[in-house]
């Protein structure tokens, strides 16, 4: 089933009680607690694995995260491909230099090992074969004024578990709420799903996020089931108040995932 | 023309019939009130840690959007608690929502509410009274930890036909009655229906163009004379709310009964009653982005109970009683269509037979001592047909087991004792204790701060065990100026065993082996309940004040170390007040205050994808902001004769604005991204109401 969309009928209700609510910022005394490691390894298909290593900041302080910059990262992947990754300064990340270890298409699990503080943390996400978008058309919803991308494809009937993942961007410009669909019970069937766009931030867009002439880009993402687990999670977290659930072993918050990706765009006519 | 006042003591000893004939009257014109409790029950009665409440006393509170709520009445009582803004969810004496049992007319509801909370499903104009035993609980009944809500519906007239109803801004509803067989029989039918989104509509409030929101119940009551000693009363009840953006989404949920009870009384001494019952309980969605997506969960219960009283002297009241019921919990039948193809997700049904049997006894001991003692035997079996699982110590499942249909998985037997006892010292004061234990097989999946329609319910099974509490209460009961002024101080101590808890982003729906989400531990809860009471006069009402504690240790959560529960409330003081101005108009103001509820905030903040996310540190470290609200209320009765009766009723809510977090959201800063904020949202500040009730 697509988790995400499964209860989005709820949320619309709701709306309609949000019509009477008021938002305002208020002041909320919130604990100092030690600083957590954070760690976001990234294998992304055709590119050189990154990983960026910081700590959790107070609450109330600026939104800066500097790295950390004296901390040993190696990855290595099944084929037998190793590397202790040195810092980039120009990128603030550890950044893979060995070219055997770019993000492969084929089926690889790559592990991941961060030392840092006295502390050892380790990670292992496999790269699952890429999924094509085979279309991305324009669909429009009766509820709105304008259409929605749609995407098309079909789940291959060997993968099991996991998910996909998929970023729109307008004009090259990220929304903020990706989509979720879990292969869970769709193995081998074909999937046609509108990706419906309901607010956007920005004044002159908030009434309609997408306007004649825009290019829309979807990126969709086929991620193992730990990495599907850690990022669906991630998107409720204020939901649930809870910390997302993630793949690094040894306490570490963030995640490491290789991913295979594709991208299609539309133009609004 | 009426009738003169008359009272006269009555004991009541056994079941007996007395002719009360009045004089008649040019004056008085008031209504006759008879009533079945003693001015002084408070201090008498030996049952401990009720709360009655009469439909009159709660129609003249001020309400939310003009739809009288006999739920919200109820949290303005000492350990009673409003499990949020506007919420017809309530806590008892530190237990969890679905740890109340809900019944009306005997059957147990599994969602008690319309409009994600904001209406409660009893229509008060068909009810008759209420209780909620909230600890000593008496032994016939059982099936939750926390509390009973007894709910009944009242019999429709015997003698005339009359139509009653009211007109809200955002609901009405309508109800008729009357003789089938003049002095014999009689019906009542109920029916009420929201209509907020019209009125947005026709409002011009875009939002709405295309969305229905709204909800409808319908009451039924039949009753009928077959001999002077027996009856048989039929109820029914249809409710179902609706959510619909046209052509993209549709989903709905809802209650409906039907049952049927013959009371007979074999002679002086003996009575008994029979009942049959179904019920359901039923949620779906659909949707259509591209696909048509959509399930359907449903809960059936087939029940029978079989109850006797029995006088055995003036001292001694035996009741004793079997209730069966048969629970059917489909946890949901999911599909996914598209152009291409079809699929379908059907989860297995939980089954299981929940019996229990139960004696008391209320014993006059002497004059001062009288007690009601009892035992409940409660006896809990999973059934098949279905796939149950073998888990190990990391709740992964090591073995699926499979079961047909009638085959007994795992049953659970548990022995309840009661007891509630009154000492009284004098006249006007007593000292009253309890003892109850209690158990609950049938629970609910929910996060208790997001409690939504499609939480699911689960039973116990091989992996779930009864959750089970031992209370213990004590209290002093006085009265003044002849039963003018109640006064109780009550405390309690309450133990739970088996609680269930759910692991971080726990997947509770579309999930077959949700048993791998849990946590279990245990709970304690203790408190003081303080009430003064003025029951008589033109200025009647209440002040209340719980001072509480409600706590969890889980294994998985916070270290295993003991942590505030969600329901936790420090303190939590509610002011009524009814003044009857003159006979035209009656005023009314209720205020509450109570300490925020335990929740988990962030205690820190990092980046994941350029994104700042926040840190949870640990689970319900922070509490809410401390909430407090005015209402007001004034109720005009524009005509009264014997024939016609029309009020006006009045409603301001939240008199003073004050803003209480419904939510509160912390992220980036809206228009400084450079800093994260938290952001609240509330609901509901200044909401006046008005609505026109009616009588012929």
Known sequence: MNRTTTFRTLTIGIGFFTLFSCEDIINIELHSVKPQIVIEGIVRMGALPTVRVSTTQDFNSINEYPSIKDAVVEIWDDAGNREILPFNVDSDKYVVTNAALIGGIRRKTYNLSVTCQGNKYLAESTMLPLVKIDSLTLSKLSVLDYPCPMIHFTSPIGMKEGGYKCTIYINDKVLTNDTFISVDYLAGKPIHLILPIFFEEEEDRRDTPIKQGDNITVEMQCLDANLYKFFWSLGRTNNRMANPVNNIKGGALGYFGAYSWTQKKVTVE | ?696
């Open chain 2, 1 to 696: 023309m009426g009738y003169e006042e008359k009272q006269m003591p009555l004991w009541l000893t056994g079941n007996t019939i007395h002719n009360i004939s009045l004089s008649q009257s040019v004056i008085n014109l008031t209504e006759i009130v008879v009533s079945s409790k003693r001015p002084d029950i408070s201090v008498t009665d030996p049952q401990t840690g009720v709360t009655q409440m009469e439909i009159q006393q709660i129609n003249k509170l001020p309400v939310l959007f003009g739809e009288r709520d006999i739920v919200k009445s109820l949290q303005l009582m000492p350990g009673i608690k409003s499990a949020g803004e506007g919420s017809t969810g309530f806590f008892v004496r530190g237990g969890t929502t679905d740890q109340n049992l809900i019944m009306l007319d005997n059957v147990s509801l599994y969602n008690a509410s319309h409009l994600m909370g904001f209406f409660s499903t009893f229509n008060s104009d068909v009810l008759r009274d209420v209780s909620v035993y909230k600890g000593g609980m008496p032994a016939q009944y059982g099936e939750r930890l926390s509390a009973i809500l007894d709910i009944r519906q009242r019999n429709g007239d015997m003698q005339d036909y009359h139509l009653s109803g009211g007109i809200g801004l955002i609901s009405s509803k309508l109800n008729v009655e009357g003789p089938i067989q003049k002095g014999k029989s009689s019906f009542l039918f109920g029916a009420r229906r929201t209509y907020a989104d019209a009125i947005a509509r026709l409002s011009g409030v875009e939002e709405a163009s295309n969305a229905y929101l709204y909800f409808y119940d319908l009451n039924m009551k039949l009753y009928f004379t077959l001999s002077p000693k027996d009856q048989l009363s039929v109820s029914g009840y249809l409710g179902k709310d609706k959510m619909i953006v046209k052509d993209v989404a549709d989903t709905g949920w809802g209650n409906s009964f039907v049952t049927a009870k013959w009371t007979r009384s074999w002679s002086s001494k003996l009575s008994g009653a029979t009942s049959l019952l179904y019920n359901q309980y039923t949620y779906d969605y659909h949707q259509e982005l591209g696909m048509s997506e959509g399930g359907v969960a449903k809960i059936k219960d087939y029940g029978f109970k079989k109850e006797f009283h029995y006088q055995i002297n003036d001292d001694n009241l035996l009741r004793f009683g079997l209730h069966s019921t048969c629970h059917d919990i489909g946890p949901g039948d999911y599909y996914t269509n598209s152009e291409e193809e079809s699929t379908t997700l059907n989860l297995h049904h939980r089954y299981s037979w929940e019996n229990g049997i139960y004696v008391s006894n209320q014993l006059k001991v002497n004059g001062n001592l009288e007690m009601i003692y009892g035992l409940r035997l409660s006896v809990f079996s999973a059934m098949g047909n279905g796939e149950y699982y073998k888990l190990d110590e990391n709740n992964e499942v090591t073995d699926t087991l499979r079961y047909s249909s009638g085959e007994f998985v795992k049953t659970y037997v548990n022995l309840e004792p009661r007891l509630s006892a009154v000492y009284k010292l004098n006249t006007h004061s007593s000292l009253k204790v309890s003892y109850a234990r209690t158990t609950q097989n049938i629970h609910l999946l929910t996060q208790v701060f997001r409690a939504s329609p499609y939480d699911r319910w689960t039973s116990s099974s091989n992996n779930i065990r009864p959750q089970i509490a031992d209370q213990y209460s004590i209290g002093y009961f006085r009265n003044f100026r002849n039963n003018t002024y109640e006064f109780s101080v009550e405390t309690y101590y309450k133990d739970m065993w088996n609680q269930i808890d759910f692991k971080d982003h726990a997947e509770i729906q579309g999930n077959d082996i949700v048993e791998t989400e849990l946590l279990r531990g245990k709970g304690r809860a203790y408190g003081l309940e303080l009430m003064l009471k003025k029951q008589t006069g033109t200025l009647t009402g209440w002040i209340g004040y719980t001072l509480a504690k409600s706590e969890k240790k889980i294994d998985g959560i916070n270290n295993n170390r003991w942590y505030n529960a969600y329901q936790d409330r420090t303190h939590d003081i509610s002011v009524v007040g009814i003044y009857e101005l003159n006979p035209k108009w009656t005023l009314s103001a209720a205020w509450v205050y109570y300490t925020g509820n335990a929740i988990s905030y962030p205690s820190g903040k990092y980046q994941i994808n350029g994104n700042d996310v926040m840190y949870y540190a640990e689970r319900n470290g922070y509490r809410t902001p401390a909430y407090h609200r005015l209402d007001i209320g004034a109720t005009y009765l524009v005509k009264k004769t014997a024939k016609y009766e029309s009020e006006l009723a009045f409603s301001l809510y939240n008199a003073y604005g004050r803003r209480n977090a419904y939510m509160i959201s912390f992220g980036t800063n809206k228009d400084d991204p450079t800093k994260t904020s938290a952001y609240r949202y509330s609901l509901f500040t200044y909401v006046p109401s008005i609505s026109w009730n009616f009588k012929f």
